[in-house]
């Protein structure tokens, strides 16, 4: 599935739930190529509750919000949160800690993260799961995996004329850009507590579980 293909459904309906289905953490990364400007409509229109907005590609909606400094700093400040490994797995109790490491080296026969691409997830107060989307819902551009964060870190050009189109202040667009460089370049080790497994292990026909606090 791909984003042009979901615009071009004529129930609004029927479009809009499409859309939310598309942009959800459970399913699969949709293409987003020739239609990025929509994209970033649909992107930040997605961060305000569902009741405030009946329409995701409602341009003048999202001109305001990317204008709206207060909004995107709100949007900005979840980038803090996001992770590299997921540690409310197994124990969903676990809050407050965040694991951001760097890839670890590929060894023949071993499974481990460095077998997967490397991407950021979110985890944090739940009443704040919109706002995070912005920076870090995954898509695909140029056949690759990538979210917005990445890009503008990156500095992609397209992309920074299209914010720049959708109102966004050069100022602004500069802060955004060294604040996801900064963040999203640091390596963050959780507190160890209680609540996180550190090894896990065969023994015999069950498994041992060892936690450096116990």
């Known amino acids: 599935m791909n984003l042009s293909s979901i615009i071009k459904i004529r129930e609004k309906v029927d479009r809009e739930k499409a859309l939310r289905q598309s942009f959800s953490p459970y399913s699969p990364p949709i293409a987003v190529d020739d239609e990025e400007f929509k994209f970033l409509v649909i992107l930040i229109n997605l ?6 907005i009946d329409d995701l590609l409602d341009a003048k909606h999202a001109e305001e919000l990317w204008r709206n400094d207060v909004h995107l700093n709100k949007c900005l400040s979840e980038a803090s949160w996001y992770h590299s490994h997921n540690l409310k797995y197994p124990d969903p109790r ?3 800690q965040v694991y951001r490491g760097v890839t670890p080296s590929l060894y023949p026969d071993v499974l481990t993260s460095a077998n997967l691409p490397c991407s950021f997830e979110w985890s944090n107060n739940s009443t704040m799961v919109n706002i995070a989307k ?3 819902s995954e898509f695909l551009w140029n056949g690759n995996l990538t979210t917005l964060g990445l890009l503008l870190v990156k500095r992609q050009s397209l992309w920074l004329d299209l914010l720049i189109s959708l ?4 100022d602004t667009l500069d ?14 080790i959780p507190t ?3 609540l996180l497994k550190a090894v896990t292990v065969c023994y015999g026909r069950s498994t041992c579980r060892n936690n450096p606090n116990r």
């Open 167 to 170: 109102g966004v202040k050069q």
């Open 47 to 52: 961060t305000v509750p569902r009741k405030k």
């Open 94 to 96: 676990v809050s407050h």
């Open 192 to 194: 160890v507590s209680g």
């Open 175 to 188: 802060l955004i850009i060294s604040f996801l460089s900064d963040e999203l370049g640091k390596q963050k």
């Open 134 to 136: 912005l920076f870090s």
